[in-house]
C-alpha cells in the first residue's frame, strides 16, 4: 500500500538557517511519482517539484534542494538561508503511475523566526 | 502552469442549507477532477474523483448522496454538499489532471457551517 510519512509536525528556525524536511515514502509501484508542495496561511497549494522514480538526480532550484534516495525510499527538501515567507505547511505526495491518486503525507509546519 | 479556479473561496451558510462549490480549468480541458478535503492542521484526503460525463468515484467512507458532484463538461466539476452540517466544515480543495500523472489543484474553498 502506498504511505507518505512527515515525521516532523512542526519546525521553528531562525532566519538563514537552513532547515531539512524528511519525506519518507512507501509504494509497490515501480514507476511512481514524487511532489512537494507548499501551502501558505491562504490555503492554496504552491507546486514545488515533481520527481519520478526513474530519476533520481538531486534536483536545485534557488534556494531549494531535493534529496531523492530510492534506497532510502526517501526525498528530502532543504530550504537554504530560510526566510519569513518560507513559513509555510509543506506536504510531501506520491502519485501512482497513473496519476488517478495522491497520496500526501500530513505535512510539516514551518515557522521562519525573524 | 495549468489554471483551476474555485468559486466560492470562502461560505458560510446554516445548517440544514446545501453549498455548492465549482472547479474550473481555466485554460486546459481536463477530463478528470478531484475533490479533496482537509481539516485544519491535517492532510488532504481524497473524497471523490470526477470523470466528465461520467458518475464520480467515492473513496470508502465518502457519503455519495452528502457530496454530489457533477462534471457535466471538459472545464467544470461541482461539488453540492447537501444538508450541510457544522461537521461539515472544512476546507474542499480540487484539482484537475491536465496530462498523465500531472495534476494541478485549485485555490481552496472555505465552508463553514453554523
Known amino acids: 500500500a502506498q504511505k507518505v510519512t512527515q515525521a516532523q509536525t512542526e519546525i521553528s528556525v531562525v532566519e538563514k538557517e537552513d532547515v531539512t524536511l524528511d519525506c519518507v515514502y512507501e509504494?509497490?509501484?515501480?514507476?511512481?511519482?514524487l511532489f512537494w508542495y507548499k501551502q501558505p496561511p491562504s490555503g492554496e497549494l504552491v507546486f514545488l517539484i515533481r520527481?519520478?522514480?526513474?530519476?533520481?538526480q538531486n534536483e536545485i532550484s534557488g534556494r531549494y534542494s531535493w534529496n531523492f534516495q530510492k534506497s532510502t525510499s526517501s526525498f528530502n527538501f532543504t530550504i537554504t538561508a530560510s526566510q519569513v515567507v518560507d513559513s509555510a505547511v509543506y506536504f510531501c505526495?506520491?502519485?501512482?503511475?497513473?496519476?488517478?491518486?495522491?497520496?500526501f503525507g500530513t505535512g510539516t509546519s514551518l515557522t521562519v523566526i525573524p | 502552469g495549468a489554471v483551476v479556479s474555485q468559486h466560492p473561496s470562502r461560505v458560510i451558510c446554516k445548517s440544514g442549507t446545501s453549498v455548492k462549490i465549482e472547479c474550473r480549468s481555466l485554460?486546459?480541458?481536463?477530463?478528470?477532477m478531484f475533490w479533496y478535503r482537509q481539516f485544519p492542521k491535517q492532510s488532504l484526503m481524497l473524497m471523490a474523483t470526477?470523470?466528465?460525463?461520467?458518475?464520480?468515484?467515492?473513496e470508502q467512507g465518502v457519503e455519495k448522496d452528502k457530496f454530489l458532484i457533477n462534471h457535466a463538461s471538459l472545464t467544470l466539476s461541482t461539488l453540492t454538499v447537501t444538508s450541510a452540517h457544522p461537521e461539515d466544515s472544512s476546507f474542499y480543495i480540487c484539482?484537475?489532471?491536465?496530462?498523465?500523472?500531472?495534476?494541478?489543484f485549485g485555490p481552496g474553498t472555505r465552508l463553514t457551517v453554523l
Open positions: 484539482s484537475a489532471r491536465w496530462t498523465y500523472n500531472e495534476q494541478f
Open positions: 509504494t509497490r509501484d515501480t514507476t511512481y511519482y
Open positions: 520527481r519520478n522514480s526513474f530519476d533520481e
Open positions: 505526495a506520491l502519485s501512482e503511475p497513473t496519476g488517478n491518486q495522491f497520496y
Open positions: 485554460d486546459f480541458q481536463a477530463t478528470t
Open positions: 470526477s470523470n466528465e460525463g461520467s458518475k464520480a468515484t467515492y
